[in-house]
């Protein structure tokens, strides 16, 4: 056993890096409860995300925090036209088609990227990149904390979103019935769009709040997609609280799998629990049973 | 009878390939695009007739590929024996696999989903796992014997990975007008359905991903044999996955030629591609991630597809003229 003060850390920092992943599994499992489609895309689309904040820093000197008001709504747009105009027409309506096209779209974008940016892994040098803050034990990272807060407010913000307004009010009614919501008059292709435009500006946020300590490759965002999968899945499919939740969950558990195996077979701990979740109880812990 | 004879005239012109060239490209080509062929024939009986779209099929490749590799490499075992113990290897994979996800009911999205996690998790063992060479990689020692499945020229490489495509294709011709098959089908269209009318639906599963397994190891095989380097990336890393099911959807999804045509075209596309924009890393993956969102949305049934629809348009053409 660990002394406390090798532990504590641990979970601390396991806590912050689960609260982007949180993020990243926050526009999935949006996705998911409204669509019912699982977005292969979403690891793709985090990457653009991450790229977009890097240039915004290389080119225009913008501080990633501060891109982040621009490239959310930009981002919006993105997944708004991606949903109506791709996806949408695409699939036919079918699951298995929308698979295949979400998948499609995540091959597309990552190689154009690694063709138009080659393998390089690039990353940003802030001013306060390294800056610690002292708690208790700990000495966590500033960037880091500032994450965590945002994660927080973003979700508080969706929550809100979807409890208050009217549109919040139309992505329930189609993710709980989808005819029923069509016939009382809500443009079902809209607000699908729509959803799939949150998601991905949720992609957003999460890529301007990585770039101060992590790096940036076409396969950056595939990292994450496996473990956000975990989350949704851990967390019950479409479930916001379970996303933020099982997010800062597999936050510790990495964090502590890599301390007891080492770095690279700590993932496996991921996706082993990613596995025994799927087949012992594919709800997740706050999903309804199917 | 009329559909074996299609498969003994297709696999007899293609025999003759290289009788006509002796050019090492060419063949490369043909024996790359033969083996995409065959893993994607893997992935049709599974995807294609049982409608269970598996996302991993990386791990039944590259459990075939390793085991051979590793049989030959460490303990000096004959490569056609390692070619057997490999296929066996990669179909007890598949048992596995489906036994654990179909006994939970696992379906769609979610079927898709636990392959995917299966083939990271093998890739992630491969990668530090010292039998597998780790980082380094595995090196099958260069012996240029037919008794080491190894060859001086391309040709004999071409005439046995064209004899497996056979062979899968007479396999998959078989299961179509089968029982199994119906039931196979059956499943997809509507596995409640096939339930309530009796079928053992988690057996069929598991039967189509046990010799879906098994053929698509075949394929990993024989990759260990004609490029003699496997590293975790490759046998397991999701390049095979995509083509494995980019294959039988191009070409025709559920149909016995879909796997060869489709790997025919994907493959042509990408060398295209290359001739076009010369060597450039990724740029002929965007072009088949393209082409895949293109054929789901204007043609799901395939290219075998549009063949049929532009024949019906010419006949129906014709009967107006006439």
């Given at each position: 056993?660990l002394s406390?003060i090798?532990?504590?850390?641990?979970?601390?920092?396991g806590l912050?890096t689960?609260?982007?992943?949180?993020?990243?599994?926050?526009?999935l499992?949006?996705i998911?409860?409204?669509?019912?489609i699982?977005n292969?895309?979403?690891?793709?689309?985090l990457?653009i995300a991450?790229?977009?904040a890097?240039f915004?820093?290389?080119?225009f000197k913008?501080?990633?925090?501060?891109?982040?008001?621009?490239l959310t709504?930009?981002f919006?747009?993105l997944?708004y036209?991606?949903?109506r105009?791709?996806?949408g027409?695409?699939?036919?309506?079918?699951?298995?088609?929308i698979?295949?096209?979400?998948l499609?779209?995540?091959?597309?974008?990552?190689n154009a990227l690694?063709?138009a940016f080659?393998?390089d892994t690039r990353?940003?040098n802030l001013?306060y990149?390294?800056d610690v803050?002292q708690?208790?034990?700990?000495?966590?990272?500033v960037p880091r904390v500032i994450?965590?807060?945002?994660?927080?407010a973003?979700a508080l913000a969706?929550w809100?979103i979807?409890r208050?307004?009217?549109?919040?009010?139309?992505?329930r009614?189609?993710?709980k019935?989808?005819?029923?919501?069509?016939?009382?008059g809500?443009?079902?292709a809209?607000i699908?769009?729509?959803?799939?435009?949150?998601?991905?500006?949720?992609?957003a946020?999460a890529?301007c709040?990585?770039?101060?300590?992590?790096?940036?490759?076409?396969?950056a965002?595939n990292?994450?997609v496996l473990?956000?999968?975990?989350?949704?899945?851990?967390?019950?499919m479409?479930?916001?609280?379970g996303a933020l939740?099982?997010g800062?969950?597999?936050?510790?558990?990495e964090?502590?799998?890599?301390?007891?195996l080492?770095?690279?077979?700590?993932q496996?701990?991921?996706?082993?629990?990613f596995?025994?979740v799927?087949l012992?109880?594919p709800?997740?812990?706050?999903g309804?049973?199917a | 009878?009329r559909s074996?004879?299609?498969i003994a005239?297709?696999v007899a012109l293609l025999?003759?390939?290289?009788?006509?060239t002796a050019s090492?490209?060419v063949?490369?080509?043909?024996v790359?695009?033969?083996?995409?062929?065959l893993?994607g024939?893997?992935w049709n009986?599974?995807?294609?007739y049982?409608?269970?779209?598996?996302?991993?099929h990386?791990?039944?490749?590259?459990?075939?590929?390793y085991?051979t590799?590793?049989?030959?490499?460490?303990y000096g075992?004959n490569?056609?024996i390692?070619?057997a113990?490999?296929?066996?290897?990669?179909a007890?994979?598949?048992?596995v696999?489906g036994?654990?996800?179909?006994r939970?009911g696992?379906?769609g999205?979610y079927f898709?989903?636990?392959?995917l996690?299966?083939a990271?998790?093998?890739?992630?063992?491969?990668?530090?796992?010292?039998?597998?060479?780790a980082?380094?990689g595995?090196l099958i020692?260069l012996?240029?014997?037919?008794?080491?499945f190894?060859?001086?020229?391309?040709?004999?490489?071409?005439?046995?990975?064209l004899a497996?495509?056979?062979?899968s294709l007479l396999?998959v011709?078989r299961?179509e007008?089968?029982?199994f098959g119906?039931?196979l089908?059956?499943v997809?269209?509507?596995?409640?359905a096939?339930?309530a009318?009796?079928i053992d639906v988690?057996?069929?599963?598991?039967?189509?991903?046990?010799l879906?397994?098994?053929i698509?190891?075949?394929g990993g095989c024989?990759?260990a044999?004609?490029f003699?380097?496997?590293d975790a990336?490759?046998a397991?890393g999701?390049?095979?996955?995509?083509?494995?099911?980019?294959?039988?959807i191009?070409g025709g999804i559920?149909t016995?030629?879909g796997?060869?045509?489709?790997?025919?075209v994907?493959?042509?596309?990408?060398?295209a591609?290359k001739?076009v924009t010369g060597?450039?890393?990724g740029?002929?993956?965007?072009?088949?991630g393209?082409?895949?969102?293109?054929?789901v949305a204007f043609a799901p049934?395939?290219?075998?597809?549009l063949?049929?629809s532009?024949r019906?348009?010419l006949r129906?053409?014709?009967?107006?003229?006439?």
């Amino acid at each position: 056993m660990l002394s406390p003060i090798i532990l504590i850390p641990a979970i601390l920092n396991g806590l912050l890096t689960g609260a982007v992943y949180a993020l990243v599994a926050l526009g999935l499992t949006l996705i998911y409860g409204v669509l019912h489609i699982i977005n292969f895309a979403h690891g793709a689309l985090l990457t653009i995300a991450m790229f977009a904040a890097l240039f915004c820093y290389t080119l225009f000197k913008l501080d990633p925090y501060l891109a982040a008001i621009g490239l959310t709504p930009l981002f919006f747009c993105l997944g708004y036209a991606l949903q109506r105009f791709v996806i949408g027409p695409a699939a036919h309506g079918e699951d298995r088609n929308i698979l295949l096209v979400t998948l499609g779209l995540s091959v597309v974008i990552e190689n154009a990227l690694l063709y138009a940016f080659r393998a390089d892994t690039r990353t940003v040098n802030l001013p306060y990149g390294f800056d610690v803050v002292q708690v208790g034990p700990a000495f966590l990272s500033v960037p880091r904390v500032i994450g965590f807060c945002v994660v927080i407010a973003v979700a508080l913000a969706l929550w809100l979103i979807m409890r208050f307004t009217d549109t919040g009010k139309a992505i329930r009614a189609v993710a709980k019935e989808k005819l029923g919501a069509e016939l009382s008059g809500i443009n079902v292709a809209h607000i699908y769009a729509v959803t799939f435009g949150l998601g991905t500006a949720c992609l957003a946020i999460a890529a301007c709040l990585l770039l101060p300590t992590y790096y940036v490759n076409p396969h950056a965002g595939n990292a994450f997609v496996l473990i956000a999968f975990t989350i949704v899945v851990l967390g019950g499919m479409g479930s916001v609280a379970g996303a933020l939740v099982g997010g800062l969950i597999i936050g510790v558990i990495e964090s502590l799998s890599g301390l007891y195996l080492g770095e690279s077979l700590g993932q496996i701990g991921i996706f082993v629990l990613f596995i025994l979740v799927l087949l012992f109880r594919p709800s997740g812990l706050f999903g309804a049973r199917a | 009878m009329r559909s074996y004879a299609t498969i003994a005239l297709v696999v007899a012109l293609l025999a003759l390939v290289p009788f006509v060239t002796a050019s090492n490209v060419v063949l490369n080509f043909m024996v790359v695009a033969l083996l995409i062929a065959l893993v994607g024939q893997g992935w049709n009986v599974l995807g294609g007739y049982g409608g269970q779209y598996s996302f991993g099929h990386a791990a039944f490749f590259g459990t075939g590929a390793y085991v051979t590799a590793i049989l030959q490499v460490r303990y000096g075992v004959n490569a056609w024996i390692g070619l057997a113990i490999g296929v066996a290897a990669g179909a007890l994979v598949g048992a596995v696999i489906g036994a654990l996800s179909f006994r939970s009911g696992l379906r769609g999205s979610y079927f898709a989903l636990v392959t995917l996690a299966f083939a990271e998790v093998l890739r992630v063992i491969a990668s530090v796992a010292p039998i597998t060479g780790a980082g380094v990689g595995t090196l099958i020692k260069l012996d240029l014997r037919p008794e080491a499945f190894q060859f001086q020229s391309r040709a004999p490489f071409y005439w046995i990975i064209l004899a497996f495509v056979a062979i899968s294709l007479l396999l998959v011709q078989r299961i179509e007008k089968s029982r199994f098959g119906a039931y196979l089908v059956a499943v997809r269209e509507n596995e409640d359905a096939a339930r309530a009318v009796g079928i053992d639906v988690f057996r069929v599963k598991l039967a189509a991903m046990t010799l879906s397994a098994a053929i698509t190891a075949a394929g990993g095989c024989f990759y260990a044999q004609y490029f003699l380097f496997l590293d975790a990336g490759i046998a397991y890393g999701p390049w095979i996955s995509v083509e494995a099911l980019l294959a039988p959807i191009i070409g025709g999804i559920g149909t016995v030629f879909g796997p060869l045509l489709g790997a025919l075209v994907v493959k042509s596309l990408g060398e295209a591609t290359k001739l076009v924009t010369g060597d450039a890393p990724g740029l002929d993956l965007v072009i088949y991630g393209g082409v895949l969102v293109l054929v789901v949305a204007f043609a799901p049934r395939g290219t075998a597809g549009l063949f049929e629809s532009a024949r019906k348009l010419l006949r129906r053409r014709e009967r107006t003229h006439a």
